[in-house]
């Protein structure tokens, strides 16, 4: 995950625990929100994630009084934060099995807040893309 993806994670991150330490939110902010999201997408050349948030804002159409617990928009993320890591499995699968070092790792993570596995698994994968970066 380049870090334009990775800064444009953390930002979603970053509004979702604003929004669960705050008041519940109406469609209106969700739907800027999204557009936002969308916009920036489109600037960093992710149009898989500005796609999706245009199909989030379309769904939205029409519920801008409705309030949301941040609960509710995370749910309502889930396809966004997929988009995230689709397009980041399929760039590790294209590096070559003899680029790779070392025993596999497996990392378990249990609980119900996708949004910070998203978060976590953003941080492994630059982790790695460091570690990558420093061998000879």
Same mark, same amino acid.
């Given at each position: 995950m380049d870090r334009s993806v990775a800064s444009l994670l953390d930002r979603i991150h970053e509004q979702y625990e604003r929004w669960r330490a705050g /008041? /519940? +939110?109406?469609?209106g902010e969700l739907a800027?929100?999204?557009n936002a999201v969308g916009r920036t997408a489109a600037v960093i050349g !992710?149009?898989?994630i500005?796609? &999706?948030?245009? !199909?989030?804002?379309h769904r939205l159409n029409g519920q801008t009084k409705r309030q949301w617990t *941040? &609960? &509710? *928009? +995370? @749910?309502e @993320?889930?396809? +966004?934060?997929r988009c995230f890591y689709e397009a980041g499995e399929a760039a590790s699968a294209a590096i070559p099995s003899s680029h790779r070092q070392g025993p596999k790792a497996a990392i378990l993570l249990c609980g119900n807040d996708p949004l910070f596995?998203?978060?976590v698994r953003g941080a492994a994968n630059r982790a790695m893309a460091f570690h990558d970066d420093s061998l000879p």
């Open positions: /008041p /519940p +939110l109406d469609g800027r929100f999204f !992710r149009s898989d500005a796609a &999706e948030a245009e !199909r989030l804002i *941040a &609960e &509710e *928009a +995370l @749910m @993320m889930v396809s +966004l934060l596995f998203a978060y």
